[in-house]
């Protein structure tokens, strides 16, 4: 099949998917919402699977514009869209048997409209679409985040989704009032444009991404957004539609204000990303909650992915988000088949095994793929070491506070204790002097081994630290609109130095 | 005078504590930015863009279209934000920011 058809089809299938559910259930009264939206992730991930393997290779924007117009509708892939596509495709993946925790008709169809929009979201073409399909996905995504009944979660989302399209709306009527078109391929030579605007429609776009990809010090709503809804809906807020905003402060920020040489915005996502790496490290070491940790340290992640974006390591940051997706995905699903009481976790020997492995994903423990990013990472950059084993400290500290109790022993269940064994066995044995060294090593088993002694006695001597963010850094919405406006003067403190 | 609107709306965004409040000055920011892409369209003495053998001189259409989609948006947003700050109220039988945030 002609590839531009695929482009093309993409956020199409969710579409087709509603309307036909739509249909029949009003003619025939039968719901068929289930099957149709297993359908649509079978038809997505094989779409998707079609289009990584045609660009792997692919160099340069693969444009498929609508009609002759100048303005028409385009969508495009790269290289780069892979790793988002990825992104989207893991967790409709992972979550194929899992849409019974999708409990009603009205859900399911919802649901199939955040599948449109976060499907249009990666082929899309050009700025305006971007803003439409965002919308239609963060739509979906109010409502099915008060499924659980958390009204109040699905509000603070809501209002801050709004702000941050409101500044991004704003950013586009810049670039066009400057005089480029709404293409991706025009971002490209935004050069020939009235450099004053060009400088403001960055500012406008970060500050818009920063709220969207929740940088701290916007980054207090995740963890009461992502954990307030079913399995299904947080493995994808967690897995893709967070990282949208990374995907956006990609294409729109970094890559031009690297073509154009602007030092000084990198340097300040540069320095946000320290700061959205440490801070919600500390706030996550005082959450009693283990979902609210789960979903908490996907901020950890997001700075650490925009540190590496913005320093220069495209595909290694790229990488990292798609490798994110698993981990996370697997936590939030598994976490509906735990007893959480308090710090104690309980659950099958399969569960808790896993449930460690991805908790070493995720807090970047050798020999994780996220420590191996890390340590690439870490060769030449002296003031990262000090950063790294801080927030390895924090995270795994964080995580190892929870006690994990194996409720029932299956020998058949023991075959997944063998699993990490021989994943480690894997690293270690074979590129192991190539890949890490043993300093390092020794290092991080240290530091293991202080947080699985440490981590529960130091948070329970510190209790009055508990649920840090919202007692004293959120405090609540309106420091964090506060917190959005001290970000934009420093942004615009920052840009005028250009000058 | 748009700024001047503006931070007028920014300003209620961070000291109003409750929820409709909220919602009114994402409202006001969202029609500004609406109105100032408007502007960029607008030329003097100019038509509307239906193009005829007597007409040369029109405004621009495309933020005119544009700005219809960002129009519907802002409905769809408002519907929901209000539908939703109903039910927090049925809930927690507030709708101030400080007090729903302890709770």
């Known amino acids: 099949m002609n590839v531009r058809y695929l482009i093309i089809f993409f956020p199409l299938f969710p579409l087709l998917g509603i309307s036909l559910s739509l249909m029949v259930k009003y003619l025939t009264r039968r719901d068929i919402s289930t099957p149709v939206i297993?359908?649509?992730?079978?038809?997505?991930?094989?779409?998707g699977a079609w289009l990584l393997v045609y660009f792997r290779d692919y160099e340069g924007l693969y444009r498929v514009v609508l009609s002759e117009w100048k303005h028409a509708i385009e969508f495009s892939f790269d290289q780069y869209r892979i790793f988002f596509l990825l992104a989207f495709l893991i967790p409709s993946f992972f979550t194929l048997f899992h849409y019974r925790k999708l409990t009603n008709f009205n859900i399911r169809t919802i649901f199939l409209f955040y599948m449109a929009g976060c499907s249009g979201l990666?082929?899309?073409?050009?700025?305006?679409?971007f803003y439409i399909f965002y919308e239609v996905m963060i739509m979906a995504a109010y409502v099915l985040i008060s499924v659980n009944r958390q009204y109040y979660a699905s509000i603070k989302y809501m209002i801050f989704g709004a702000a941050s399209s409101a500044?991004?709306?704003a950013g586009i009527i810049l670039l066009y009032a400057s005089g480029s078109y709404f293409s991706y391929s025009f971002l490209m030579n935004l050069g020939e444009y009235n450099p004053?605007?060009?400088?403001?429609?960055f500012l406008l776009f970060s500050v818009a991404f920063f709220i969207k990809a929740a940088f701290f010090p916007v980054s207090g709503w995740v963890a009461t957004c992502h954990s307030a809804t079913n399995g299904v809906v947080s493995a994808f807020l967690s897995s893709f539609t967070i990282f949208s905003g990374i995907f956006g402060l990609f294409y729109f920020v970094i890559i031009p204000a690297t073509n154009l040489g602007f030092e000084n915005i990198l340097l300040f996502i540069q320095i946000l990303s320290l700061l959205t790496m440490i801070i919600p490290a500390l706030i996550l070491f005082?959450?009693?909650?283990?979902?609210?940790?789960?979903?908490?340290?996907?901020?950890?992640t997001i700075g650490f992915i925009g540190l590496l974006l913005s320093s220069g390591a495209w595909y290694l940051g790229l990488f990292y988000m798609a490798v994110h997706a698993v981990y996370k995905?697997?936590?939030?699903?598994?976490y509906d088949d735990l007893v959480v009481e308090k710090l104690k976790i309980y659950g099958n020997l399969k569960t808790i095994v896993l449930i460690l492995v991805a908790v070493g994903f995720t807090v970047g423990f050798v020999p994780s793929i996220p420590y191996f990013i890390k340590y690439n990472f870490l060769i030449g950059q002296n003031y990262f070491k000090l950063l790294n084993y801080t927030t390895l400290a924090l995270m795994l500290g964080s995580f190892l506070k929870f006690n994990y109790i194996v409720e029932k022993i299956r020998i058949k269940n023991l075959f997944y204790i063998f699993f990490p064994l021989s994943l480690a066995a894997f690293y270690l044995m074979i590129p192991f002097p190539y890949v890490t060294s043993g300093y390092y090593l020794i290092l991080d088993l240290m530091i293991l081994t202080l947080a699985a002694l440490g981590a529960r006695t130091l948070?329970?001597?510190?209790d009055f630290l508990c649920c840090l963010d919202t007692r004293y850094i959120y405090i609540n919405m309106n420091y964090e609109f506060l917190y959005i406006v001290i970000l934009i003067i420093l942004q615009i403190m920052v840009l005028s130095l250009n000058y | 005078m748009i700024l001047l609107i503006m931070s007028v709306a920014v300003y209620g965004l961070i000291v109003s504590d409750n929820l409709i409040k909220k919602i009114m000055c994402l409202n006001i920011i969202e029609s500004l930015v609406i109105l100032t892409f408007l502007t960029t369209g607008y030329q003097e003495r100019a038509v509307a863009p239906i193009i005829t053998d007597i007409v040369t001189n029109y405004v621009d259409p495309i933020p005119q279209a544009l700005m219809l989609t960002a129009i519907v948006i802002g409905v769809c947003f408002n519907s929901l934000a209000i539908a939703i700050t109903v039910k927090v109220f049925y809930k927690y039988h507030?709708?101030?920011v400080s007090e729903l945030h302890e709770r």
């Open chain 1, 122 to 129: 990666i082929v899309t073409g050009d700025i305006f679409n």
């Open chain 1, 286 to 300: 005082f959450e009693p909650d283990f979902k609210r940790c789960i979903a908490g340290s996907t901020v950890f």
């Open chain 1, 196 to 201: 004053a605007n060009i400088h403001f429609v």
């Open chain 1, 38 to 47: 297993i359908a649509n992730a079978i038809l997505q991930i094989l779409t």
């Open chain 1, 329 to 334: 995905s697997y936590l939030f699903l598994v």
């Open chain 1, 459 to 462: 948070f329970k001597k510190l």
């Open chain 2, 94 to 96: 507030t709708i101030e």
């Open chain 1, 167 to 169: 500044v991004f709306l």
